[in-house]
């Protein structure tokens, strides 16, 4: 197994501990930091396991089926245990887990067909969005950030349901070649 891919399990296995730390009782003032610094070193995962893949030809099936699902695991995973705290409504989070949904059965769909289809620039960029707001809003920090946060929020979603259209335009024909 190559770095980038270790970078990926690496990712995975980080988010159950970055779970327990944001589900940890509030009354413990190093909660929120640990979770915080859990979430960003697990993003960076993403960041870097990319790059390195790409700049040493380190691309491989592996790394363009797992990633994706180390992402939405990751970033689902945060999403969830902020409803309780009000901080993401059910609804938001309902809408970016189905588009994940939505986004997984293509990819089972063309992983049968012998095809592998990695991620779009929109899914990219509605990832760093969304890994963006999570930031802004675990480190709960007030005032601007605030304001900041709740954008991203609006700005998270617009990206999702743009890179769902845009993810089903592009591979529409995965559904028609897969016999569904």
Same mark, same amino acid.
């Given at each position: 197994m190559n770095l980038p891919n270790k970078?990926?399990?690496?990712?995975?296995?980080m988010v159950p501990f970055f779970v327990a730390s944001m589900l940890m009782t509030e009354g413990w003032f190093a909660d929120?930091?640990?979770s915080l610094i859990l979430f960003c070193v697990a993003s960076l995962t993403d960041m870097l396991d990319?790059?390195?893949?790409?700049?040493?030809?380190l691309v491989t099936n592996f790394g363009?089926?797992?990633d994706p699902l180390a992402d939405k695991l990751l970033v689902c995973s945060a999403m969830i245990?902020?409803?309780?705290?009000g901080k993401l409504t059910a609804w938001f989070v309902i809408i970016v887990i189905a588009r994940e949904f939505i986004i997984s059965g293509f990819r089972l769909v063309a992983s049968d067909n012998g095809i592998v289809i990695a991620a779009s620039y929109w899914g990219k960029l509605k990832t760093v969005s969304q890994m963006a707001m999570?930031?802004?809003?675990?480190?709960?920090?007030?005032? =601007?950030?605030s304001v900041l946060g709740e954008i991203l929020i609006w =700005?998270?979603?617009a990206l999702t349901v743009i890179s769902l259209a845009d993810y089903v335009a592009k591979n529409k024909q995965v559904l028609t070649q897969g016999g569904m």
């Open positions: 970078l990926t399990v690496l990712r995975m296995i929120k930091w640990i990319g790059k390195i893949a790409r700049k040493y030809n363009k089926f797992m245990c902020m409803i309780d705290s999570i930031i802004l809003l675990i480190a709960d920090l007030g005032g =601007v950030f =700005v998270s979603l």
